[in-house]
């Protein structure tokens, strides 16, 4: 019903920005929505659902077909990140993203999230090169720690990172 409904007008005019608050929306409707508007370039998710399961995100990702030919996504804000799924979620259905900002809470361990982020920039994010993360209390001690696991892993070679007031700024070639 939702896609007959709405379908005229997200074909008529082109949405290339969406701000969307995803509690109370099952994660497939939010995935026919990305679907019908193909001229999206930034996606700004204020509360996206938890994800169950890698399982469950490339059957959803497969289900409704959407790749890099289909969406043209670039920058993406999660506004409140619960766990790392989410992230890897985004990653699967936004492959063409540039620019990644998140919120960091409390709970979620800095230094594993950018481990995995950009773990995943050869798999399935290809063409980012900017991450912002905003967490409440930054300060340089979390610049420096990121900046020795970056070295010691090995998970960039040329890079910046640097802190404006609450945010830590990554980008690399």
Not at 6 to 11: N, Q, R, S, V
Not at 30 to 36: D, N, Q
Not at 42 to 60: G, H, M, N, Q, T
Not at 126 to 135: D, H, P, T
Request: aromatic letters at 10%; charged letters at 20%.
């Amino acid at each position: 019903m939702f896609n007959t409904r709405f379908k005229p007008i997200f074909l008529r005019v082109p949405f290339t920005r969406l701000n969307i608050c995803c509690k109370g929306i099952p994660i497939d409707m939010f995935l026919r929505i990305i679907e019908l508007l193909p001229n999206l370039d930034l996606l700004k998710v204020l509360d996206l659902p938890v994800i169950e399961s890698v399982p469950f995100i490339d059957r959803a990702v497969q289900l409704y077909s959407l790749s890099s030919n289909k969406n043209k996504i670039t920058k993406v804000y999660l506004e409140k990140m619960i766990d790392i799924e989410q992230v890897h979620f985004l990653f699967k259905i936004c492959v063409n993203m540039k620019y990644f900002q998140v919120n960091v809470p409390e709970y979620i361990n800095l230094e594993t999230l950018v481990q995995f982020i950009l773990s995943k920039i050869s798999t399935h994010v290809r063409n980012l090169n900017s991450l912002c993360l905003y967490i409440p209390n930054a300060n340089e001690n979390m610049v420096l720690k990121l900046h020795k696991l970056i070295d010691s892993e090995k998970l960039l070679t040329n890079y910046m990172i640097k802190r404006i007031c609450n945010n830590i700024l990554l980008k690399w070639n």
